[in-house]
Nanobody
Framework: QVQLVESGGGLEQPGGSLRLSCAAS????????MAWYRQAPEKEREWVAL???????NYADSVKGRFTISRDNAKNTVYLQMNSLKPEDTAVYYC?????????WGQGTLVTVSS
């Protein structure tokens, strides 16, 4: 098992930046997929970004060019750098880690983009 703890959420103005962190309770080296999802009020949870074990990345069209996902295996942490934030980015952001035997979710961190 692994526990994931997200942090870094908060209130930010449109056009601003936030960096989310997802800290794992053990090594993430074996997790072939580390991803961020988000769920806005009254909407379904949606995938945002993914980073593979070798560092390859992929993004949802809605965040491409604005968000950057990265992983630091030495710190057992995954990051989501969010720039040029928009009100529609407001959501609870969740981290997910998948190995060949399991997928785990964090508890989420709230991001609010508002002036």
């Amino acid at each position: 098992q692994v526990q994931l703890v997200e942090s870094g959420g908060g209130l930010e103005q449109p056009g601003g930046s936030l960096r989310l962190s997802c800290a794992a309770s053990r090594s993430i080296f074996s997790f072939y997929s580390m991803a961020w999802y988000r769920q806005a009020p009254e909407k379904e949870r949606e995938w945002v970004a993914l980073v593979g074990s070798a560092g390859s990345t992929n993004y949802a069209d809605s965040v491409k060019g604005r968000f950057t996902i990265s992983r630091d295996n030495a710190k057992n942490t995954v990051y989501l750098q969010m720039n040029s934030l928009k009100p529609e980015d407001t959501a609870v952001y969740y981290c997910r880690a998948c190995s060949i035997s399991l997928c785990a979710w964090g508890q989420g961190t709230l991001v609010t983009v508002s002036s």
